[in-house]
Structure formats: structure tokens, C-alpha cells
């Protein structure tokens, strides 16, 4: 259904928040002002914002900061969390969004994970016609970004199935 954009990043930074507090991360969140409204699945989205905090979280630099931050640009909403941890080399990429794959580091190993994941949110973005993009550097920190579009108007008969949620 329609969803207030806002409410849904939200309802993920309250699902992140024991975590947060707990563990003393960092976290500042930006809303640009004026979102609109955007067809998705509530749940399926909260869930990837919610993969993408707990790998900024996981992942991340000593102390833990995390940025998350959200935007419109044209047809599009942004959604972007950034951390500051080591970061991702460019070789992986691509194997990052696959099921099971973990960075083979000290790092992956000394944090629980089954990489799953960013295989999750890539599915989840693909079934909005979406994309999830990733922007890192070893030793720059990484963000990842959820592109949605806003989709003003979706026919009713389309399915959206693969997400196994409802619109
Ligand atoms: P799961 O999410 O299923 O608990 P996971 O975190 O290992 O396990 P993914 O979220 O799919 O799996 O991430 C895959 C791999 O990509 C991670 O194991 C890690 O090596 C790397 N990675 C993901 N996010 C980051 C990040 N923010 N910074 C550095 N490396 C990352
Ligand atoms: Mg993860």
C-alpha cells in the first residue's frame, strides 16, 4: 500500500534501537523535509533498513557511527545508511548481495552471520523495482542505499508476490 516514508524508516530505527543503546552506537538519522508518500511493502522494507543498520552496526568503526539519511531525487526515494568501519574492497561488490557469501576477513569471522542478509535486500528492492546501491572503500567506511520509486500509481493486478508479503 502507500506508505508514509517516514513512518517506515521509523518503525526500523525503533527495531534497531536495544541494539543502539546497548552496544552505544552513534546514530543520526536526517529526514529531507516534503517526502512523499511511496507504494511499497511496509514489513519487507523495514526489514531491509533494519539488515542494513545491523551490518553498519557489525561491520562498523570503534566508536560505532552511523548515519542514516533520507531523500528524494526525481522519481525516487533514497534511503542511506553510512558507516564509518573498514569498509568493502570493489572485487566484492557484487558477491556481497549473494546468499551465504561473507567477506572472508577477520572482521566477517569475529561477527555472527549467516549472509543473508543484503541477499534479502536486494530481493526485496527488485520486487519494488528498486535497486540497492552500495558506495565503499576499504578504509573509508561504507553506505548502502535503497532506491525506491515512488510509483504515484501502480495498477492494482500487479503482483508482488516475490517479497511473499502484501502491498
Ligand atoms: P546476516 O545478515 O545474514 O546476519 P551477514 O551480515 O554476514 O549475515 P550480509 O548482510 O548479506 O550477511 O552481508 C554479507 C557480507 O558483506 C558480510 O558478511 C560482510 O563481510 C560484508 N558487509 C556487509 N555490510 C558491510 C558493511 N557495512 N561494512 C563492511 N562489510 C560489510
Ligand atoms: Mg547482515
Known amino acids: 500500500a502507500e506508505q508514509d516514508v517516514v513512518k517506515v524508516v521509523e518503525e526500523a530505527i525503533a527495531a534497531f534501537e536495544p541494539t543502539r543503546e546497548q552496544r552505544h552506537v552513534e546514530l543520526s538519522v536526517l529526514f529531507e523535509p516534503d517526502l512523499?508518500?511511496?507504494w511499497c511493502d511496509h514489513g519487507a522494507i523495514v526489514i531491509s533498513i533494519v539488515n542494513l543498520l545491523s551490518n553498519a552496526y557489525?561491520?562498523?568503526g570503534q566508536p560505532r557511527k552511523i548515519e542514516l539519511s533520507v531523500a528524494r531525487?526525481?522519481?525516487e526515494v533514497m534511503i542511506t545508511v553510512r558507516d564509518n568501519g573498514k569498509g568493502i574492497a570493489r572485487r566484492e561488490h557484487k558477491r556481497i548481495?549473494?546468499?551465504f557469501y561473507r567477506v572472508d576477513d577477520l572482521l566477517a569471522r569475529q561477527q555472527e552471520g549467516s549472509g543473508l542478509g543484503l541477499a534479502i535486500v536486494q530481493h526485496v528492492m527488485r520486487a519494488h523495482r528498486g535497486r540497492v546501491?552500495?558506495?565503499s572503500?576499504?578504509?573509508r567506511g561504507s553506505a548502502f542505499t535503497l532506491v525506491l520509486p515512488i510509483q504515484a500509481k501502480v495498477r492494482v493486478s500487479e503482483?508482488?508476490?516475490s517479497t511473499?508479503?502484501?502491498a
Open 36 to 38: 512523499p508518500r511511496v
Open 58 to 60: 557489525k561491520y562498523g
Open 73 to 75: 531525487k526525481l522519481g
Open 97 to 99: 548481495f549473494e546468499k
Open 133 to 135: 546501491i552500495v558506495d
Open 137 to 139: 572503500e576499504p578504509g
Open 159 to 161: 503482483p508482488m508476490s
Open 164 to 166: 511473499g508479503g502484501t
